[in-house]
């Protein structure tokens, strides 16, 4: 029997994972994949990696380990033009500001939260 956690995941979304800084300040990122996960519009104050408060419009559970400082949209990737290299010019592509781990109470499986 598959797992809830598993279950929930019938949506798909692209990641561009962080990739490093270019020398000049400006961030760079990883080729984009696509993923499974489920999206929820939902408004909650979250706590950052840097101890802020933040307004989170938006959360995705995710099949994979995500980095903040990430970028995430609903979709799939034939849906990207082949000029779309850089997630913070893609429109409702959106910051990862917070990932949170919550094992299952078997500890068999984890539940993966990007807030965006």
């Not at 962080?18 to 979250?46: H, Q």
Request: aromatic share 8%.
């Amino acid at each position: 029997m598959p797992n809830i956690i598993e279950k929930i995941r019938r949506q798909k979304a692209i990641y561009w994972a962080p990739a490093s800084n270019d020398g000049y300040g400006n961030k760079t990122f990883s080729a984009p994949i696509e993923i499974d996960c489920r999206f929820e519009d939902v408004t909650n104050v979250i706590t950052d990696a840097t101890g802020r408060e933040r307004v989170s419009n938006s959360l995705a559970y995710v099949d994979r380990e995500l980095e903040t400082e990430g970028y995430l949209k609903k979709g799939r990737l034939t849906d990207l033009d082949s000029s779309d290299s850089d997630p913070r010019e893609i429109d409702k592509a959106h910051e990862i500001v917070r990932f949170d781990e919550l094992p299952d109470f078997r500890n068999r499986k984890v539940l993966l939260t990007a807030y965006m």
